[in-house]
């Protein structure tokens, strides 16, 4: 067990909808980074928080933002949902920002849109 | 642009041993990591390399050439409990951290 925990962990929202996706970190931790695997790929970044403030984005459009909270909770949102949100989306904590810490993952919030 | 490849899909035996090889294009980053995923579960770390050489883990082992833009993971005595997806994963300096499209591995008895 990572100590990371998602909610929730199956969702199925339509087309146009807005989805808040939530993630604790584990004890001490204070950066979360976000991921969307879609079925078969590997992980693709969308954004990280360190400390309450955003520090790295991947490509992902201003639909999908994010918030980090002081105890380093975080929450993903996505508006204006689209057909290929479909996936299932990974929050990971660590200890550090900008270096080799290890990615701890939560299981993961699987959403389906339709 | 920044990219990692790495082979789809590789077989092999219980109780050999196999490389799963992770070529990419990015410049500046700071280690090579290795992961590993289960069907419907969560990626789980399996090891580091922030310099060149080999680093070793129990039945992993993990490989970086920077000079070379390459990195392997090694497992030996396979079990059918490895039986997963494996990527390969980079944290560039701007801290967009890249993920291969995985190897899934197949073990056969």
């Known amino acids: 067990e990572t100590g990371v925990t998602q909610s929730p962990t199956h969702l199925i929202k339509t087309r146009g909808q807005q989805v808040t996706l939530r993630c604790s970190s584990q004890s001490g931790h204070n950066t979360v980074s976000w991921y969307q695997q879609a079925l078969g790929q590997g992980p693709q970044f969308i954004f990280q928080y360190y400390r309450e403030e955003e520090n790295g984005r991947g490509n992902f459009p201003p639909r999908f933002s994010g918030l980090q909270f002081p105890n380093y909770s975080s929450e993903l949102n996505v508006n204006a949902l689209e057909l290929d949100d479909s996936a299932l989306y990974l929050c990971a904590s660590s200890l550090v920002s900008g270096g080799a810490g290890e990615l701890f993952f939560g299981e993961g919030s699987r959403l389906t849109v339709l | 642009g920044q990219s990692l490849e790495q082979p789809s899909e590789v077989t092999a035996v219980e109780g050999a041993i196999v490389q799963i090889n992770c070529t990419y294009q990015t410049s500046g980053f700071y280690g090579l990591s290795w992961y590993q995923q289960h069907d419907g579960g969560a990626p789980t770390f399996l090891s580091y390399?922030?310099?060149?050489g080999l680093e070793e883990t129990g039945r992993f082992s993990s490989f970086l050439s920077r000079s070379d833009s390459y990195g392997y993971l090694l497992l030996q005595e396979l079990q059918m409990k490895d039986s997963a997806s494996y990527f390969c994963a980079v944290n560039p300096r701007d801290d967009k951290i890249i993920f291969g499209k995985g190897t899934r591995l197949h073990i056969l008895p």
């Open positions: 390399n922030a310099l060149d």
